[in-house]
């Protein structure tokens, strides 16, 4: 019978949700879809971050934010929900906290919703399908910013 030391290690990178003081960076994603939430998660958990709170709308996004204000260092927010959308919460979150890392996630061809995020506040994006190499790149990017 193999050791678990007989197999290499399939993932030997360094964990990158990591804070320099060995915390895990908090993330609050915000999705109406419960697949792409949960995809979200994973990719997001399996690097070492750790999930805060979801929201499946804009309010609700506002409403965890706000409870979790001081354990969030991220928010990955889906640009077309139903109620509240991605941009409107997204002025309301800079509103009530012109620090917060906002990254929207769009569908292919909503350049014109990306531009406009980015404007209002956004500091980046993830086109869909997701890619988790993407991913993790765009979000280490906006934390070091």
Known sequence: MKAKADYPNI???EPQGLKPD???FGVLIVDDSMFIAKQVSQILSSSGFRIVATASNGQEALKQY??????IDLVTMDITMPG???????EHLIK???DAKVIMISAVGKDDLVKKALLT???NYIIKPLDRK???ERVVQTLKQ
Do not use: E, I, R, Y
Not at 66 to 71: F, G, I, N
């Open 22 to 24: 060995g915390k895990p």
């Open 11 to 13: 993932n030997p990178a």
């Open 121 to 123: 506040g956004a500091k």
């Open 96 to 98: 009530m906290d012109p």
């Open 134 to 136: 993407k991913v993790l």
């Open 84 to 90: 509240m959308d991605g941009l409107t919460a997204l």
């Open 66 to 71: 706000q409870s979790h204000k001081d354990s």
